[in-house]
């Protein structure tokens, strides 16, 4: 049985840090394409970090970009979004996310549809 579960989701002031992880269960995702998304209420789904198939190559949505760093810990089977300078609009639902463990992307993938792993996320809300 595969499963990612997101944690560290939290209330947190405009400005503060904030590191969320996903660990992954039921497969080895040492080798995979992951990344981060988030869902906010009303907007579309956002890209946020992704690696490629082996971690060599990280992509960051534009807002985020020089904010957040995406990292993992192959040992553990687990993937980590470091969050600074978080800003209100940051506030969102964190979703991570991976591909077939093998897939063999030279690029990180910013496509849900990229994706068929999926957590079921962990609540940000930024406040002013």
């Known amino acids: 049985q595969v499963q990612l579960v997101e944690s560290g989701g939290r209330p947190v002031q405009a400005g503060e840090s904030l590191r969320l992880s996903c660990a992954a269960s039921?497969?080895?995702?040492?080798?995979?394409?992951m990344g981060w998304f988030r869902q906010a209420p009303g907007k579309e789904d956002e890209f946020v970090a992704a690696?490629?198939?082996?971690?060599?190559?990280?992509k960051y949505g534009d807002s985020v970009k020089g904010r957040f760093t995406i990292s993992r810990d192959k040992d553990k089977n687990t993937v980590h979004l470091q969050m600074n300078s978080l800003k209100p609009e940051d506030t969102a639902v964190y979703v991570c996310?991976?591909?077939?463990?093998?897939?063999?992307?030279?690029?990180?993938?910013?496509?849900?549809?990229?994706?068929?792993?999926w957590g079921r996320g962990t609540q940000v809300t930024v406040s002013s």
């Open positions: 690696f490629n198939w082996d971690g060599s190559t990280t």
């Open positions: 039921g497969r080895t995702f040492s080798n995979s394409p």
């Open positions: 996310a991976a591909d077939w463990p093998g897939t063999r992307s030279p690029v990180p993938f910013a496509k849900p549809s990229d994706y068929v792993y």
